[in-house]
């Protein structure tokens, strides 16, 4: 955990300014000729979004802009702009004693974790979750309980228009937040950008636009543009007519990144239960947690010197270390051979260990290396001894970076949390389990599941993996010796999953060749989006390409 007293003061009150290319476009989509609005800034900073109101001459009825720092309301109050109040005061507070309503909300709310609320903004932030019937958490952050908050705020019919991290889509702490606003709001856009737009946080974030009228839909569109300049070149019209029905079952929103016809036929796998889940066949766990990798994961090298021979287990620990399907016994003994940490170190008891004074000695230097005070191991009995400690059947890389691997442990190695352990249900074939999740419909839903980092990585966690559908038969585990033997000879990830598309999805499950392009055009889309934020583009305008099918639909009048 990140303690406060390192953090600067700019991040502990989340004070990160918004791009005048970004508040300009807000504030278009959201007075959108009105000239009456009751508008409230709910986190005003120095004023970025009243000044760009004062330049534009915005016309609106009346301005309340919130700012808890107090030198920053002096600068906002510096602006002088008229019809405008600028309160020192925390959001929180006042969201839960005023009875003003307002028909926009528009800013860009602090990103501040819960450990860096004082706790008396804690008790306000839960009690603004209390009346959105929303179960607080420790996990949720500042921007959660503005956005939240701020809906309250709104008369019966009103906008709200923020900056927010682009964790909104697919994180667990915000999945409450994703269900309130799909009931709550009747039209929800989402535009994000392929480029950072706080490159010096390496934040990636998104602008969340939700409009509340009083009709009984509930739509959502997505559109994505190269960054902050190009946002002048979109016409609102389309903001105006999102065409995605919402899931409201759907725990995530990364797949309204898709088309219409890509949604519906997701949902309707996911609906008639077509295709089972991995949490149908296996228990997913994290790796071992030993508390000091560089400690208890060694070289050979390590393991002669000490003499550690009857305290060493295989071990895999880097994706790279895996290059197939199987991790096989030859596949750790290359490992262990070239000087890669392939040894984990199971310790007993002390008064075992004891005899073994080169082992003993080892011990001493991780003493001096002060491993036993850290927190993972001064908490056990006996600091050296790691708990959980078992080999899996199988392994699920935790970050993947071209597609997800999920791999037979023939090696029976132990992983640290790098990896996930799999371990099958009884009666169930790790070879068939294996072999089924490579094709393009367990991919699409990984990239569904997990969430991306900078660089285009794709992380899952256990629970998440459980739930990629995966087209599972016993009879699939005669295809582990064709697909590790494309693997090893370095096939591309393309040319395996036509042929594995042909035998799991067509020949044993049914699916038609429109149905495979389906799933396969949706892995292609959210990975490549997915790896094409860890590049820079060149791409000076609009590409047409970033509009779904749905959006294009509509006139452009300034289509690049």
């Not at 287990?313 to 790279?320: E, I, L, W």
């Not at 699939?476 to 999805?505: F, G, P, Q």
Request: proline content about 4%.
């Amino acid at each position: 955990m990140k303690l406060a007293k390192n953090e600067s003061q700019q991040k502990l009150r989340g004070g990160f300014y918004t791009p005048a290319p970004i508040t300009n476009f807000m504030l278009d989509w959201a007075i959108n000729g009105a000239t009456d609005y009751e508008v409230l800034e709910p986190s005003c900073g120095d004023g970025v979004f009243l000044r760009q109101m004062k330049e534009k001459n915005t016309a609106f009825q009346s301005l309340t802009a919130i700012e808890l720092d107090e030198i920053e309301v002096e600068k906002a109050n510096a602006i002088e702009l008229k019809n405008t109040i600028v309160l020192n005061t925390d959001f929180h507070d006042f969201c839960n004693t005023t009875e003003q309503k307002f028909d926009l909300v528009i800013g860009n709310p602090p990103y501040i974790r819960y450990q860096f609320f004082d706790s008396i903004q804690q008790i306000a932030a839960e009690e603004i979750f209390k009346k959105a019937d929303l179960k607080y958490s420790k996990l949720t952050n500042a921007w959660v309980s503005f956005v939240v908050g701020s809906s309250l705020l709104l008369k019966e019919k009103g906008k709200i228009a923020f900056v927010v991290p682009a964790e909104l889509l697919q994180v667990s702490y915000a999945k409450p937040l994703r269900q309130f606003l799909a009931h709550f709001f009747n039209k929800i856009n989402i535009v994000s950008f392929q480029k950072l737009v706080f490159p010096d946080i390496q934040q990636e974030v998104v602008l969340l636009l939700c409009e509340r009228n009083g009709s009984t839909q509930h739509l959502i569109e997505h559109i994505e543009v190269e960054d902050a300049s190009v946002l002048k070149e979109i016409d609102l019209t389309i903001l105006k007519q999102p065409q995605k029905k919402i899931d409201f079952q759907s725990n995530k929103w990364t797949f309204y990144f898709l088309e219409q016809r890509e949604i519906d036929f997701l949902e309707r796998l996911t609906k008639e239960k077509i295709v089972p889940s991995i949490g149908d066949f296996a228990k997913v766990e994290v790796g071992i947690t030993t508390g000091a990798n560089n400690f208890f994961t060694v070289p050979l090298s390590t393991v002669k010197k000490y003499h550690l021979e009857d305290y060493s287990k295989p071990m895999v620990g880097r994706s790279v270390q895996v290059k197939s399907i199987r991790f096989t016994e030859d596949d750790w003994e290359l490992n262990s051979q070239s000087l890669a940490k392939a040894h984990f170190l199971e310790f007993p008891l002390l008064k075992e260990l004891q005899k073994n004074l080169q082992a003993m000695a080892y011990l001493e230097y991780g003493e001096k290396l002060k491993i036993h005070k850290g927190y993972k191991c001064r908490i056990r009995e006996e600091w050296q001894i790691v708990p959980s400690v078992w080999g899996p059947d199988a392994l699920f890389i935790r970050r993947s970076n071209r597609y997800p691997k999920l791999i037979v442990n023939e090696a029976k190695a132990y992983t640290t949390d790098t990896m996930h352990r799999v371990r099958m249900k009884e009666g169930i074939n790790v070879e068939a389990l294996a072999a089924s999740f490579y094709n393009s419909l367990s991919f699409a839903f990984a990239e569904i599941s997990g969430r991306s980092y900078g660089g285009g990585v794709l992380e899952l966690m256990p629970s998440e993996v459980e739930q990629i559908l995966i087209p599972y038969q016993e009879s699939h585990k005669d295809l582990v010796i064709i697909i590790d033997e494309m693997m090893r000879l370095d096939k591309s990830i393309e040319e395996i999953l036509a042929y594995t598309n042909e035998k799991l999805l067509k020949e044993s499950f049914g699916f038609s060749n429109a149905d495979i392009k389906i799933a396969n055009s949706i892995w292609l889309k959210l990975s490549d989006r997915r790896m094409n934020r860890g590049k820079k583009s060149k791409q000076k305008h609009i590409p047409n390409s970033i509009f779904s099918v749905s959006e294009m639909n509509h006139p452009l009048s300034q289509h690049p």
